[in-house]
């Protein structure tokens, strides 16, 4: 039996269809920005981040290095792409799925070994 191949482009398609996109000029809740669920807010607020408009001009790798300092934990990278994706979302970008950051964070690293 053949399985019908989906190109990687109609997935991202669906994918975005369903991320959230509230508006970020009056969005209220971390958990109701794109790839934001309880845990991702949970974090966030461990390290001061309260509001969206609160990400607004941070260091996604700030972040994510003071996530690590004040749980005294490593954390996944993946928890750095959602980082990455919703300071992109609350500075003007389109809401993107926080894979789509893996390749930015990739290539930082590599720079700045």
Not at 32 to 37: A, H, Q, T, Y
Not at 44 to 70: C, S, T
Not at 98 to 109: C, I, L, N, V
Request: aromatic share 8%; glycine share 6%; charged share 30%.
């Amino acid at each position: 039996m053949d399985v019908p191949k989906i190109h990687i482009d109609t997935i991202l398609n669906i994918i975005n269809a369903k991320m959230k996109n509230p508006d970020r000029n009056t969005v209220s809740r971390l958990e109701d920005l794109p790839n934001i669920g309880k845990a991702a807010a949970v974090d966030l607020r461990l390290i001061g981040i309260r509001q969206p408009q609160d990400l607004v001009g941070k260091n996604p790798y700030d972040l994510f290095d003071e996530l690590r300092r004040v749980t005294g934990e490593e954390h996944d990278p993946c928890v750095l792409d959602v980082f990455l994706s919703v300071i992109d979302f609350m500075e003007g970008g389109e809401p993107a799925p926080w894979f789509k950051f893996s390749a930015e964070r990739k290539k930082y690293f590599i720079e700045n070994k």
